[in-house]
């Protein structure tokens, strides 16, 4: 591929386009947030720039939630009288104060959102799937379909670090085929930790094969090595090449690492760009690694020590959900992750606090796959789906509603016990909560309609948030001391304020489900979970899930503040950016 090929998707055209999509996606984000503050003028609004001189005018639908539905191509950009073309660097430069951008955070922050354009240009250039296609489409095909990723963020593809070429290979939506690189770690700096019946000797065969493994085996041996004394680490391609290689450079020369070439197996990078799904065999884990590529507000490392705990908490949870009649009555699974590898450089380790990126290059995980599970009939689907819109304007979840052949509310009902009534029992029951976003969950389907959902990414994402919670001492990690005001914003800000919130928008954009009865239906949901465990009436009354309103937890400010560590993953509502109040759309109901 030439200089020129590998950027053929930056045309004019395109670039305009994206630009256009996040200065909308800005506008409402922010504008959501409160960080500008859009003044009605005549049929619409306008925001105006740090100068005073520059607006920006365009019309919108203001929602549930104080959400806004801002018309792409009703967007203009204004100074001292004359129009002047949309460009999304020049919106952050102008309105740089408003969004409280530092002179440190600026440049990097505007690396993102040149990324983020970039990405949606190459987005552009491909062929214009349908919702109704996408639907109909196999599990990883909708996973690199999906063109938004996080709704709420708007510098949400950031991926400093990724080249061009790079991102050609990795990120999810080139579905390029990617095979990993294994390192041999020798094992007084490693470690590989199971869950129950896992013993690594046998684990590893059974991902890598028989071939490979024995491969490996003799690239250890002639070099006057013994297999036995190595642990086998798989590695992101690009970790290796840009970080590892270098980095650990000292590691290589001693033999404590050891490259031993890719494996047979192909995978396709996730939504999450760290994550592989198995291609080649799909009823294999999903290997998850180590990734130092800045995305979304944080160093997408991982760390060598969180891996020796990240089994046992997922057996702990698993058996908790075996054992708990309302979870596994509404079919909920968790894909567990059940082996992990950890290598551990002590020189970086003596250097560094625990936060350092520099302690989390060199660690992967494997996560079951939810394919073995499946019954006859039955597909599945990244839960993020649900708010892709396509071309014409048509959401994936309208499309589904319309092939279940069942009433909208009526889908709704099935989609909220399989998904929300288990967020609701964990945290009334259990002071549990999950990072319930749509990446995070996946959708079991039938005929278009939800049977199950399955939670991942739970070792380092779940919270126990009561600090006395009798827990044993190898999950004591996911204990945390959560504000009793602020445990609600488990259910309120990460499922109702950023994911519900734009569900509902597009259902009612296209005429599916008014606003009023989607909401309505998540009352009545509410409301039967509570009626059905009479038991937990105290806790109900305790933290109340129809409270008039709740606290406004900004996603964009804490990126905006601090692009490379947003939140302390120790103290998870230490940083957390409350500004005012959202109406309860469950109030009153």
């Known amino acids: 591929m030439t200089p020129a090929e590998s950027v053929a998707h930056l045309s004019p055209e395109r670039w305009a386009q994206a630009n256009r999509l996040l200065i909308r996606k800005a506008l409402a984000e922010f504008a959501h947030e409160r960080l500008i503050t859009p003044e009605a003028d005549g049929e619409g609004y306008v925001v105006r720039g740090d100068d005073g001189l520059t607006a920006y005018r365009f019309t919108a639908v203001r929602r549930a939630l104080d959400h806004w539905e801002v018309d792409a191509g009703s967007i203009t950009r204004h100074r001292e009288g004359e129009e002047l073309p949309l460009a999304a660097l020049d919106f952050f430069i102008e309105l740089k104060s408003s969004l409280g951008l530092s002179d440190a955070i600026l440049p990097v922050y505007l690396e993102e959102i040149s990324s983020t354009l970039s990405g949606t240009c190459y987005k552009l250039a491909k062929h214009q799937v349908t919702s109704a296609e996408l639907a109909s489409s196999g599990f990883q095909a909708i996973e690199t379909g999906m063109t938004e990723g996080h709704p709420c963020f708007v510098a949400n593809n950031g991926r400093l670090g990724f080249g061009v070429h790079e991102y050609l290979s990795y990120a999810p939506e080139t579905a390029h085929p990617v095979r990993l690189v294994w390192l041999a770690a020798h094992r007084s700096r490693a470690a590989f930790t199971a869950g129950t019946g896992i013993e690594y000797e046998g684990f590893i065969r059974a991902e890598l094969g028989e071939e490979t493994v024995e491969r490996f085996g003799r690239t250890l041996t002639v070099q006057g ?4 004394d190595y642990l086998l680490i798989p590695v992101h391609p690009w970790q290796w090449w840009n970080k590892l290689s270098v980095t650990f450079a000292a590691e290589v020369a001693r033999k404590h690492l050891v490259p031993l070439g890719e494996g047979e197996d192909e995978y396709l990078a996730q939504q999450s760009i760290r994550t592989f799904f198995n291609t080649s065999a799909p009823h294999k884990h999903y290997v998850k690694t180590a990734l130092s590529v800045l995305n979304m507000g944080f160093m997408r490392g991982l760390s060598a020590a969180y891996m020796e705990a990240t089994p046992a908490i997922n057996d702990w949870l698993a058996q908790l959900i075996e054992n708990d009649p309302v979870l596994k ?6 894909i567990r992750e059940r082996a992990a590898v950890g290598y551990r450089h002590l020189e970086y380790e003596r250097a560094t606090d625990r936060y350092s990126p520099y302690r989390k290059m060199l660690a992967a995980l494997w996560r079951e796959s939810p394919v073995p599970a499946l019954a006859d009939g039955e597909t599945l689907a990244t839960m993020a789906s649900l708010l892709h819109v396509d071309h014409e304007g048509t959401s994936v979840a309208g499309v589904l509603i319309e092939r279940s052949g069942l009433a909208p509310a009526e889908w709704l009902r099935r989609y909220l016990r399989a998904y929300y009534t288990p967020l609701l029992h964990s945290l009334y029951a259990y002071d549990l909560a999950f990072m319930p976003h749509g990446e995070n969950t996946i959708l079991v389907l039938r005929d278009g309609v939800v049977q199950r959902a399955v939670y991942k990414d739970i070792a380092e994402e779940i919270v126990v948030m009561d600090p006395d919670a009798v827990l044993p001492p190898e999950v004591a ?6 504000p ?20 509902a928008a597009n259902l009612a954009a296209e005429g599916v489900l008014t606003e009023d009865a989607f909401w309505g239906t998540v009352a009545e949901i509410s409301r039967a979970y509570q009626e059905a465990n009479p038991q937990l009436a105290d806790r109900f009354a305790q933290y109340d899930l129809f409270a008039p309103e709740f606290a406004l937890s900004c996603l964009n400010r804490l990126q905006l503040r601090d692009n490379r ?11 957390l950016q409350l500004v005012g109040t959202l109406h309860n759309p469950l109030a009153g109901r």
């Open 225 to 228: 090595l013994d297999p036995a």
């Open 329 to 334: 009555g509404s079919g909920l699974t968790i």
């Open 477 to 482: 990690r996911i204990r945390a001391d959560i």
């Open 484 to 503: 009793e005001d602020q445990k609600l914003l488990s259910i309120f800000t990460d499922v109702f304020d950023c994911f519900f919130r734009f569900l």
């Open 565 to 575: 560590q947003m939140v302390d993953l120790s103290d998870p509502s230490g940083a």
